[in-house]
């Protein structure tokens, strides 16, 4: 069973859950809950500012951030990160005791801590072929069903940047009649299929 990211690198797809045997993308409702719930999330936090450039620059200089391009961790406590910033994300991961609490509530607030403090990984460290072998290395999480039961995954507290949220205003707009999870098709995911290499 071939394994696809999504749009972001980081979380990977296992391509019997999205796809049908012809190639095409499965219904949504037919694709089991946590990859669901990874797919409909992805299409929430994609076109975001990386979590540590925000925490640098803020606000006020949210254009000097640079879009997440990897995603780790879990739907709705998921640590969004760029290519310059993953080797500091993965130090805290392995080095800094970030894969102990992996699969916790806390595990972002952890990560964003630690690098607010000023935490990063030493000169040098994960070069490429280590950084892109690193998704696999994630341990097995517990059921995120069980942790977000009732949350909104559609709900994100992260800014977008300006121009992209012009955009979503635009196509909430266009989505006006057709509101309500029952209505959710993978028609309305611009996704990119990334297969890895
Ligand atoms: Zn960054």
């Known amino acids: 069973m071939g394994k696809v990211s ?3 690198r980081g979380w990977r797809f296992d391509e019997d ?11 949504l ?19 975001k500012p990386c979590d540590a450039c925000y925490l640098v620059h803020g606000d006020e200089e949210i254009q000097r951030c640079r879009p997440a391009s ?9 640590v969004l990160l760029c290519d ?9 991961f392995r080095e800094r005791g970030g894969a102990s609490i992996a699969g916790e509530e806390t595990f972002r607030d952890a990560f964003h ?8 990984a030493p000169d040098g460290y994960g070069g490429m072929e280590h950084v892109e072998e690193a998704p696999e290395d994630l341990p097995d999480l517990r059921d995120p069903e069980d942790l977000y039961e009732g949350e909104d995954l ?40 990334e297969y890895p290499t």
């Open 6 to 8: 999504i749009g972001l």
């Open 154 to 193: 559609l709900v994100d507290e992260r800014p977008d940047f300006e121009e992209d949220a012009a955009e979503d205003d635009a196509a909430d707009a266009d989505d006006a009649d057709d509101e309500g999870e029952d209505d959710l098709s993978v028609d309305d995911l611009d996704l990119d299929r």
């Open 113 to 120: 801590e630690w690098f607010d403090d000023g935490g990063r």
């Open 17 to 27: 859950d999205l796809f049908t045997e012809a190639g095409g993308w499965k219904p």
């Open 70 to 78: 990897i995603v780790y961790g879990e739907p709705l406590d998921e």
């Open 84 to 92: 310059e910033h993953e080797a500091d994300f993965l130090f805290w």
């Open 29 to 47: 409702e037919e694709i089991p809950k946590d990859p669901r719930h990874r797919l409909v999330r992805l299409q929430v936090v994609m076109n």
